[in-house]
């Protein structure tokens, strides 16, 4: 019985050796194998390729893209340029405008990027006074914003009768920040086929703030007010004294020809 005994006491040991042996074994296994999977699998956070870089940088841009066609879409049931826009709608516009800047490309236009401003723009919505929102009188004509970079100086031409008759504002700028122009207005007049007439010339210290919110290959958005500027139509009475004092108060949202 003893050595009976003796003999199953060591059988047991000799078990418990080789199933520590191979506990050890496996584990060491284990760690061997977990250290030649790559850095990521162990954390399961993969690292991002430039292709999915690319992807997303395209995704933004499509929705630019969306967005300005939204844009344009709840403008266009009021014509083009949109003139008497509802003020739900304007409040939609403003707040697809919104999305739109949050997106802005070239946030320093005004300054290191002006030339992306250079050219023709048409305005297709503003909540401005006339004439700035295409309006003059009675009338509504083709607005368009022409920038000259390399000379300083822009021009608002207001177009009739497919510009036999163009009202011309002329101004200039200087740059405040990297996304703000002051702009000083010069004068005014009236070009009747092809030919100009006497200008007239504004009162000093006729200006407004440019803040370019958005710009990119081929849309331009823009918020001005007089912010401390004088405004000759304002003394005149011709629209309300309280409006457009604030630098962003007026929208414009614009396309390049």
């Known amino acids: 019985l003893n050595m009976w005994l003796s003999c199953r006491r060591n059988v047991v040991r000799w078990v418990l050796c080789l199933a520590s042996t191979a506990s050890v074994s496996a584990f060491s296994s284990l760690l061997i194998s977990s250290s030649q999977l790559p850095l990521w699998s162990r954390h399961q956070r993969p690292p991002v390729s430039k292709s999915t870089v690319c992807q997303l940088r395209a995704q933004s ?29 304007q409040d939609d516009i403003d707040g697809l405008v919104r999305q739109l800047e949050a997106q802005n490309p070239y946030p320093d236009a005004a300054s290191t990027n002006s030339e992306k401003l250079g050219g023709t723009w048409r305005v297709r919505y503003s909540n401005a006074v006339p004439p700035s929102n295409g309006q003059f009188g009675p009338f509504v004509g083709e607005p368009f914003q022409v920038v000259d970079i390399c000379a300083g100086t822009y021009q608002n031409r207001l177009r009739f009768l497919g510009g036999l008759i163009q009202v011309v504002l002329s101004a200039d700028w200087a740059v405040r920040d990297e996304s703000t122009w002051r702009v000083t207005f010069r004068n005014i007049g009236l070009n009747v086929s092809d030919k100009e007439l006497p200008r007239i010339s504004f009162p000093a210290g006729t200006s407004k703030t440019w803040c370019m919110t958005y710009t990119d290959e081929d849309t331009r958005v823009v918020r001005a007010g007089q912010d401390g500027g004088y405004s000759p139509s304002r003394e005149m009475g011709l629209y309300d004294k309280e409006s457009g004092l604030e630098k962003d108060a007026f929208l414009f949202f614009m396309t390049r020809e």
Request: aromatic share 4%.
């Open 61 to 89: 841009a499509v929705d630019s893209s969306v967005l300005k066609q939204q844009i344009l879409a709840a403008a266009a049931p009021f014509g083009d340029p949109a003139i008497g826009v509802s003020d739900t709608a």
